[in-house]
């Protein structure tokens, strides 16, 4: 019976990323694992070199196939030891008498964990670099691109694009900043035996580990049970989580902006794309929207993750299962998300017609905090100034005047500011603070940074 796909992450949500973490691509890593085990036991004198040549040799995909190993799987239920055996018969002479000398089935399989995580959280650092990229853009090209910030789902002062943009390259740069950290703990393996004793391996335990994982580019752990412990891999997990986290968050402030009242900013839209099957007009921000679905896919995975710290005594295998699902999903769901966000990015539409009708929608109440400043360097206290401007915004609200037309009729107002001081101070565009000097030299800061 043919294959039919059950998990979106085969067809919908596929990326790159999945190729690390294929059923083949796991049987070549444990395979590499297992030639290298056997060149340093050739090295240590502990099998001849012809029978590790002859492992090493046949140590790959060329010789051991899926299909094989699947079988003997079958049989004897164990996918390590299927490997073995598999790659047992292809060995000729005496060679596969030396294969998995000394190992557990941990050693491989945590040593070639090591090196598919590693891989992976590269690729990651890539595509957020190529996000990060395009953040950095767009800051640049609206970095006095001024708009209404919101507190509270609330109009609160004038920002800029180019602010917004800013604060979530920023929490790129810190993710990446996780990345690196990560990748550094991340990068262990283990040659250590049943138990982490290195018993079978004799005297020569210490130096065989670490030349063993010199071979492969990993650090030895310098004590381990029968696994590389769990909180280094929960560690990769919740990175991945807090990721997907930031992306989501981006997503969310896409889906709010396009909202039919608010309309300033847009997801791209194809012109053949369609937003509901029986509502023509509507426009759905269904690609932030799904970012926003797997990033909760991404947390829900710090779960498991987190409870596999906690294994009895020298081990159980309650993380083995879960494993086989988590990394793959958070790194394939995760990379699939960035390079949906930065798509989106790429092609985000503005209307600045709205942004500029936003921006003065509360008829000029959202720079109460500038006349009320104002009023206490001309004499009035900032408190009885505060109370002013507040009963100014909620008579301007419930009589849908400019606030600067209730202000005029305040004698205390109308003694200290002009009719023209008054239509200067209300300018949204002229109360920004260092919104373009912080992105400008964040801008800078992040292009040194990252050599961009």
């Known amino acids: 019976m043919s294959h039919k796909f059950v998990h979106p992450i085969e067809t919908r949500y596929r990326t790159e990323m999945a190729e690390l973490f294929t059923e083949e691509k796991?049987?070549?890593?444990?395979?590499?694992?297992?030639?290298?085990?056997?060149?340093?036991?050739?090295?240590?004198?502990?099998?001849?070199?012809?029978?590790?040549?002859?492992?090493?040799?046949k140590a790959n995909l060329k010789y051991?196939?899926?299909?094989?190993?699947?079988?003997?799987?079958?049989?004897?239920?164990?996918?390590?030891m299927a490997m073995i055996k598999a790659l047992t018969e292809q060995c000729e002479g005496d060679a596969g008498k030396y294969i998995?000398?000394?190992?557990?089935?941990?050693?491989?399989?945590?040593?070639?964990?090591?090196?598919?995580?590693?891989?992976a959280l590269k690729n990651i650092k890539e595509s957020l670099l190529i996000l990060l990229k395009e953040l950095i853009s767009l800051m640049d090209e609206n970095k006095d691109t001024v708009c209404i910030g919101r507190t509270h789902g609330q109009h609160a002062l004038p920002t800029t694009y180019g602010m917004r943009f800013g604060v979530w390259a920023y929490e790129i740069n810190r993710h990446l900043d996780r990345l690196n950290e990560v990748i550094e703990r991340i990068s262990y393996g283990k040659m250590s035996g049943a138990i982490g004793t290195m018993a079978s391996f004799g005297d020569y335990g210490i130096e065989l580990q670490k030349e063993v994982m010199k071979e492969l580019d990993l650090n030895?752990?310098?004590?381990?049970?029968?696994?590389?412990?769990?909180?280094?891999?929960?560690?990769?997990?919740?990175?991945?989580?807090?990721?997907?986290?930031?992306?989501?968050?981006?997503?969310?402030?896409?889906?709010?902006?396009?909202?039919?009242?608010?309309?300033?900013?847009?997801?791209?839209?194809?012109?053949?794309?369609?937003?509901?099957?029986?509502?023509?007009?509507?426009?759905?921000?269904?690609?932030?929207?799904?970012i926003c679905s797997l990033a909760r896919i991404l947390k829900s995975n710090v779960i498991p993750a987190l409870d596999n710290i906690i294994l009895?005594?020298?081990?159980?295998?309650?993380?083995?299962?879960?494993?086989?699902?988590?990394?793959?999903?958070?790194?394939?769901?995760?990379?699939?998300?960035?390079?949906?966000l930065t798509n989106n990015l790429k092609g985000i539409e503005f209307d600045m017609n709205k942004i500029e009708e936003n921006l003065n929608l509360t008829k000029g109440a959202c720079l109460s905090e500038k006349i009320m400043v104002k009023l206490v360097a001309r004499g009035i206290g900032r408190q009885e100034g505060?109370?002013?401007?507040?009963?100014?915004?909620?008579?301007?609200?419930?009589?849908?005047?400019?606030?600067?037309?209730?202000?005029?009729?305040?004698?205390?107002?109308?003694?200290?500011?002009?009719?023209?001081?008054?239509?200067?101070?209300?300018?949204?565009?002229?109360?920004?603070?260092?919104?373009?000097?912080?992105?400008?030299?964040?801008?800078?800061?992040?292009?040194?940074?990252?050599?961009?």
């Open 386 to 452: 505060h109370e002013i401007l507040r009963q100014s915004a909620i008579i301007s609200k419930k009589e849908d005047r400019l606030i600067k037309d209730i202000l005029l009729e305040n004698n205390k107002i109308r003694d200290k500011f002009t009719k023209e001081e008054l239509d200067e101070l209300l300018d949204p565009h002229k109360y920004i603070g260092k919104a373009i000097v912080q992105t400008e030299d964040l801008i800078k800061f992040l292009k040194n940074k990252f050599d961009f």
């Open 64 to 80: 051991v196939k899926l299909e094989r190993v699947k079988e003997i799987d079958r049989e004897i239920h164990h996918d390590l």
């Open 312 to 340: 009895e005594d020298e081990r159980d295998i309650t993380n083995s299962a879960n494993e086989r699902i988590i990394f793959a999903e958070n790194f394939i769901f995760l990379d699939f998300m960035i390079k949906q």
């Open 26 to 57: 796991k049987l070549e890593s444990w395979l590499k694992v297992e030639g290298v085990l056997a060149k340093v036991h050739a090295k240590f004198g502990n099998l001849p070199q012809e029978e590790a040549e002859e492992i090493n040799k």
């Open 100 to 119: 998995h000398l000394g190992a557990t089935s941990y050693d491989i399989e945590d040593t070639a964990l090591a090196l598919q995580i590693k891989e």
């Open 220 to 290: 030895p752990v310098l004590i381990a049970n029968q696994i590389v412990q769990r909180d280094r891999h929960a560690e990769v997990i919740l990175l991945t989580s807090l990721i997907g986290q930031t992306l989501a968050k981006i997503a969310t402030e896409f889906r709010i902006l396009q909202r039919t009242e608010i309309s300033e900013m847009f997801e791209p839209f194809k012109k053949a794309q369609v937003g509901s099957s029986t509502m023509p007009q509507k426009r759905n921000p269904h690609k932030s929207e799904r």
